[in-house]
């Protein structure tokens, strides 16, 4: 058996963090090396981490300063010896046979990395992503397309497996929100195949100050810069030119959301690739257009209006999602 390198950012999950610990040790693939990154948390995460080690010769724990998700996650990378890599955030937990399957699904299909379904996890009540059960391989150009347009294939680092060799020259920018977006589609430009087992393995806890909801204006402008140099990276890629738009046009719309909900006035960094954005969306309208989540296609009309008037559209759909939750 190959060993398995795991990487656990870890940052202020103190409640959630054994559940987190036991159900990777709990994994059916034995041969793993649990690589613990304690990114400063200022709660007890270090403590238990280090308790961990010393019930456990796999598990391996990294003191470190506050970097962000991604610092750990490099820091984790630049330690790890496995022939592969994976990766579970400190508030999540995994189903027991997660890494055989994904160890599995790579040997029997010969691919360069594995994915499984997902469940959401909200006051503790699990909902999949997919759970057909059906195994689907992606040749490289497939998994561009499904990463690019943002259904299939999702990127997240953490319900995949991925040969090490990938990251021989790979890391995730610091300074930079969505940090998993923007270095996804290095890898799959490295890859040869991709397989995927749509059945829920991984299970992702939503909770109140996770990272996804810790704003911050510089990352922010950092991350639309990334998408942008993503979709310029693609134009190698011609048969890819109408998922390379959707998928420009997509998240600067997410990003446009974001920023309105955290009252960000500085709205020039958009406004300097808004002809990019209506370029984009030019050449291929009808498909983004028909593609779009109806609540993200009138951001987008919002955003084509007007960016600053945009925001009290915004204001109004985020209100009137808060409110369809509690009802």
């Known amino acids: 058996m190959e060993l398995i390198s795991i990487i656990v950012p870890i940052y202020k999950v103190e409640s959630y963090l054994r559940i987190c610990i036991e159900s990777i ?19 007890q995460c270090g403590a238990i981490c280090d308790e961990y080690a010393e019930k456990d010769s796999r598990v391996r724990v990294i003191h470190k ?58 006051n503790d009540i699990a909902t999949p992503r997919l759970n057909s059960n059906t195994v689907r391989v992606f040749d490289k150009m497939e998994g561009l397309k499904f990463i690019l347009i943002d259904q ?33 589609l290095k890898i ?43 979709y310029h990276e693609i134009a190698e ?3 890819l030119d109408i998922y390379r738009c959707f998928n420009l046009i997509l998240w600067m719309v997410r990003i446009y959301w974001f920023m309105v909900l955290e009252k960000d006035k500085d709205v020039d960094y958009f406004r ?3 002809s990019l954005f209506q370029e984009a969306l030019e050449r291929h309208r009808n498909y983004i257009i028909d593609n779009l989540d109806p609540i993200m296609r009138i951001v987008l009309y919002a955003i084509l209006w ?20 509690t009802m």
């Open 25 to 43: 040790l709990s994994q059916t693939y034995r041969n793993l090396e649990i690589i613990l990154v304690d990114d400063g948390s200022p709660d």
């Open 65 to 122: 300063e506050n970097g962000g998700v991604s610092d750990a996650r490099n820091k984790g990378l630049d330690i790890a010896t496995g022939c592969y890599i994976g990766f579970v955030d400190g508030d999540d937990y995994i189903d027991p046979d997660m890494f055989q399957t994904l160890y599995q699904l790579i040997q029997e299909y010969n691919t360069d990395l594995s994915m499984v379904s997902y469940n959401n996890v909200i």
């Open 152 to 184: 299939e294939i999702q990127s997240y680092l953490w319900n995949k497996l991925f040969k090490a060799e990938i990251f021989r020259d790979i890391r995730l920018a610091n300074e930079i929100m969505l940090e998993d977006v923007c270095v996804m």
């Open 188 to 230: 799959f430009k490295r890859m040869t195949s991709i397989v995927y087992l749509e059945s829920p393995k991984y299970n992702y806890v939503f909770r109140e100050g996770s990272i996804v909801n810790d704003y911050d204006h510089d990352k922010e402008k950092n991350c639309l810069t990334a998408i942008v140099e993503n």
């Open 237 to 239: 890629f011609p048969d």
């Open 272 to 274: 300097d690739h808004l």
């Open 306 to 325: 007007d960016l600053n008037k945009g925001r009290e559209i915004v204001n109004t759909l985020q209100k009137q999602l808060e409110d369809t939750r």
